[in-house]
């Protein structure tokens, strides 16, 4: 369990697998890897919290689904797809959709 604050979204992000210091190091690239895992949208879609504009709105919308009690912490983690993960983030970053890995 995680305690609230403004660095809740990025540990939580850290726990489930999508973000670390190695080849997922940006925020933003994990929220976005994070809320495209097809059980992940679904359940934000169905609890009106699908993120849809800045990378803050993001960032503050999924802290208040991590905190809320309608998705009882039920999450799809990154650890058994890594290598798939990988594989996307290599696609989208030759593509110039992500930049490469580095600070936050």
Not at 75 to 98: E, F, I, P, R
């Amino acid at each position: 369990m995680l305690e609230d604050s403004s660095e809740l979204t990025a540990q939580a992000l850290t726990r489930l697998g999508y973000l670390d210091e190695d080849l997922n190091a940006v925020e933003a690239e994990a929220m976005f890897s994070f809320v495209n895992v097809r059980c992940n949208k679904h359940r934000l879609r169905k609890g009106g919290m699908l993120p849809h504009h800045s990378i803050r709105d993001a960032s503050s919308q999924l802290r208040s689904a991590f905190l809320s009690h309608s998705f009882q912490g039920q999450w799809q983690n990154m650890t058994g797809d890594s290598n798939l993960l990988k594989s996307l983030q290599h696609v989208l970053k030759g593509a110039g959709v992500l930049s490469e890995a580095g600070g936050r």
